[in-house]
């Protein structure tokens, strides 16, 4: 997949976007800029529920909403991008694909789904089908190298098709309305014609609620799967990694996850305790058989008399 050099003064935009992103309060996830970032924002509503009868339009040119998606059982990755960006969504988007290879987490596979949708009314429906097939494609042939897997195009187009990542469109108003729902602010450059906005990733509870943030254009894999765990109630992880998480903390304004001291001393405390635990079966075990095998003294029987 090509990656098209951004436009420098939409990077500039992205780069202020995303330190701001890193400095946000509680109740907004982009602090105060200049003049010519007016309108960028993202507003922070983690645990709030996103509107799922909001119409979009679906590669195959369906009338769809969010709740075709959001089924109660799985979590979604959830973004807000267009299809004819030319510097901060391909950056998003490249680093969500190196994120689900590192974890090598394909959606489908694993009870999780992606949604990708588009805030650009003029992106159509071959665009977000194109976007779709390619982003599909480029994560099953990622897997494949990794796993020095050689496969054919026809291959990789077959398992393309199981990845569960939508790319959607939508009409105007459907795309104030999703905008205004979850609190992502853009500005239209017309000069440019390219849209200034935040990189942010959104990770939804199976029953539509936004459960974690990753903010940023690096998405951290180890982010990414331990929000997928706790928006899936337990569904997604394996035991060890459910006891590594607990050693984690998620932080809201930033968007990530850190250890912190209580969750590293309770593993430590029981760590200790099962190896105390351990050690005194063994050593009970091993008193039980030196008693069992030990031969015990016993009287000579008496001579008989002639």
């Known amino acids: 997949m090509n990656l098209r050099l951004p436009n420098p003064n939409i990077l500039a935009l992205t780069l202020a976007a995303s330190v701001a992103l890193g400095m946000a309060a509680p109740a907004h996830a982009v602090a105060p800029l200049g003049p010519e970032f007016d309108g960028v ?15 979009f339009t679906d590669p195959d040119g369906k009338t ?22 030319t510097s901060i969504c391909s950056i998003q988007l490249n680093a969500l694909l190196d994120a689900l290879k590192t974890i090598a987490w394909v959606p489908g596979d694993k009870p999780f789904r992606i949604v990708t949708v588009s805030f650009d009314p003029s992106d159509t429906v071959d665009i977000a089908a194109g976007k779709q097939l390619t982003y599909r494609k480029e994560l099953v042939r990622k897997l494949a190298e990794e796993n020095d897997e050689k496969l054919t195009e026809a291959e990789i187009e077959a398992r393309a098709k199981n990845v569960d990542w939508t790319f959607l469109v939508a009409r105007e108003k459907s795309i104030r309305a999703i905008l205004d729902n979850v609190g992502y602010s853009v500005k239209l ?21 936004i459960a974690r943030y990753l903010w940023g254009l690096n998405i951290v894999p180890q982010d990414l799967k331990f929000g997928l765990m706790e928006a899936s109630n337990g569904k997604l992880g394996s035991f060890g990694e459910k006891v590594l998480l607990s050693c984690f903390d998620y932080n809201r ?19 200790v305790l099962v190896a105390m635990v351990v050690f005194l079966i063994f050593q009970w075990r091993r008193e039980r058989l030196r008693k069992s095998t030990a031969s015990p003294l016993s009287a000579s029987p008496s001579e008989s008399r002639p």
Request: aromatic share 12%; glycine share 12%.
């Open 41 to 55: 924002d993202v507003k922070n509503k983690l645990g709030e529920k996103v509107d799922t009868n909001i119409p």
């Open 64 to 85: 769809v909403t969010l709740a075709n998606y959001i089924d109660g059982t799985r979590p979604v990755v959830f973004t807000l991008n267009f299809y004819r960006c």
């Open 189 to 209: 450059d017309e000069r440019t014609e390219q849209y200034a906005h935040s990189p942010v990733t959104y990770v939804l509870s199976p029953d539509g609620k």
């Open 253 to 271: 304004d930033h968007g990530g996850y850190a250890p912190f001291a209580w969750g590293i001393m309770r593993l430590g405390g029981g760590l």
